[in-house]
Nanobody, 130 residues
């Protein structure tokens, strides 16, 4: 059974930084892509960032939503089975519940589509005040 547990959310002011963590358990972490999504009240869940599995040709490639590009950084520590989302220069519009997610199959690249992810964490609230 795969479990994803997010942490690191909180209340910050505009311009501040936060680092979210997602601890994974239940399988070989390094062979799976990981993604971060967010959902604001009254809005659909939206893609934030994804990182591919570690490997000779994938190399842990990263992809970002245009809205966070240059401000957010996704990374992974396979030894700790953890994926991170470093969020800098936060804006009030970044306020949302942030979820990490993983696909069902190894070496698959679901990209920005939430339907490509099978496992989800419980979410962590990020609130950015102006």
């Amino acid at each position: 059974q795969v479990q994803l547990v997010e942490s690191g959310g909180g209340l910050v002011q505009a311009g501040d930084s936060l680092r979210l963590s997602c601890a994974a358990s239940g399988r070989t972490f390094s062979s799976y892509a990981m993604g971060w999504f967010r959902q604001a009240p009254g809005k659909e869940r939206e893609f934030v960032a994804t990182i591919r599995w570690s490997g000779s040709w994938s190399g842990g490639s990263t992809y970002y939503a245009d809205s966070v590009k240059g401000r957010f950084t996704i990374s992974r520590d396979n030894a700790k089975n953890t994926v991170y989302l470093q969020m800098n220069s936060l804006k009030p519009e970044d306020t949302a519940v942030y979820y990490c997610a993983a696909p069902r199959y190894r070496n698959s690249a679901p990209g920005p589509n939430p339907s490509g992810y099978f496992y989800w964490g419980q979410g962590t609230q990020v609130t950015v005040s102006s």
